[in-house]
């Protein structure tokens, strides 16, 4: 690559003609930044994108949202939680749905805005809907700091805490197809680019660590072409990701938190695939441990997108019945979702 003019880059990529290259990208900000940077119209048609399970909202079940809705509808309890969450649907009712009716459901912008709530009110509860992966579970180690350091008892977590490593392994022993994967930039911030190097030498397929603008984008698709049969990583986002990661932020979550066992929509519960609090912690858990049942919406195909088993526009309501506007699945409800994506962007 180091010989290679952006612009032969660019070329290169248009005209490829080889062996058809399918690449998975697994971060929901990298999904949203292939879109919006128009990438795949600058692709050769034998150079797929494929969106992975890297949109938090995405993979979480729906017995996470009716625990939430439940707890929500407790008059003594109030659920916190991040913006897209709340209009995902669960078995019956999105959170969204329980506050119109009554629910006591808030919207924060901050983990830490919980703390303030908590203090202000005592007697009340505060449930924060702590969903994500490696790169948010150090935030709610610090709110869970927090609340030890401020003797706050009336505020607990619904932990749905996801890993990557686990479900890419998942995706190539489960029929992917994938030649090479877009390491996820924000999640290898905190892991260290070290664990995709031991990834790629166990599944023998290449990654590359990417950063989040197109001309990076690009590069990391040209060296993942190249490097299609071979395992290896690249970083191209060396600035950001070291080999080892960020040691104080998998510090604090090794303190409060120990890896269990996750259900994804779509793949089902996957060993070793998720973060809970360590049982010394359990009293801040607003009980999250046996959360695995997921009811899709009637002829949704979020499951088989969520795995790169078929694109948005495969799915039969895309763009009919399911818009950002009038979302059927949690995949077209998230900005980072592949089907809001594809729809607000018009990929094909
Ligand atoms: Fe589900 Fe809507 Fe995506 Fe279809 S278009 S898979 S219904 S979110």
């Not at 248009?14 to 998975?24: F, L, P």
């Not at 009980?287 to 949704?300: A, I, R």
Request: hydrophobic content about 40%; charged content about 20%; overall charge negative.
């Amino acid at each position: 690559m180091a010989n290679k003019s952006f612009q032969e880059i660019i070329d290169f990529l248009k005209n490829y003609d080889g062996e058809e290259v399918r690449i998975m990208e697994v971060c929901g900000t990298h999904t949203a930044a292939i879109s919006e940077n128009g990438i795949p119209s600058m692709l050769s048609p034998k150079i797929s994108l494929i969106s992975g399970p890297g949109c938090p909202v995405c993979v979480t079940v729906t017995a996470v949202i009716d625990k939430l809705v439940e707890l929500s509808l407790r008059p003594d309890t109030t659920v916190l939680t991040f913006g897209d969450l709340i209009r995902v649907k669960g078995t019956n009712k999105s959170l969204a749905d329980a506050k119109a009716e009554g629910a006591n459901v808030r919207m924060v912008y901050s983990p830490m805005e919980s703390i303030t709530l908590a203090k202000e009110d005592p007697d009340h509860t505060y449930v924060f809907a702590a969903i994500g992966f490696e790169t948010t579970t150090p935030v709610y180690a610090m709110v869970l700091k927090e609340a030890i350091e401020q003797d706050i008892k009336n505020l607990k977590l619904l932990t749905s805490l996801k890993t990557m490593p686990e479900v890419i392994r998942w995706v190539v022993n489960n029929g992917g197809g994938i030649d090479g994967f877009i390491a996820p930039g924000h999640v290898a911030a905190i892991t260290g680019s070290d664990v995709f190097k031991e990834l790629s030498d166990e599944l023998g397929i290449p990654f590359v660590v990417s950063g989040f603008e197109g001309k990076q984008l690009l590069m990391t698709i040209y060296a993942l072409v190249n490097m299609k049969g071979k395992k290896g990583i690249k970083n191209l986002y060396k600035d950001v990701v070291l080999p080892e990661g960020n040691l104080k932020a998998k510090e604090i979550v090794d303190r409060y938190f120990c890896p269990s066992d996750a259900s994804w929509r779509g793949m089902g519960k996957i060993p070793g695939s998720g973060m809970m609090l360590r049982p010394e912690y359990s009293s801040f858990d607003a009980g999250s441990t046996s959360l695995d049942e997921d009811h899709m919406p009637p002829g949704c195909s979020c499951a088989k997108v969520l795995v790169g088993k078929v694109k948005p526009y495969e799915c039969p309501l895309f763009g009919k019945s399911c818009t950002p506007d009038n979302a059927h699945g949690a995949c077209m409800v998230s900005t980072e979702g592949s089907c809001y994506n594809y729809f607000v962007s018009g990929r094909r």
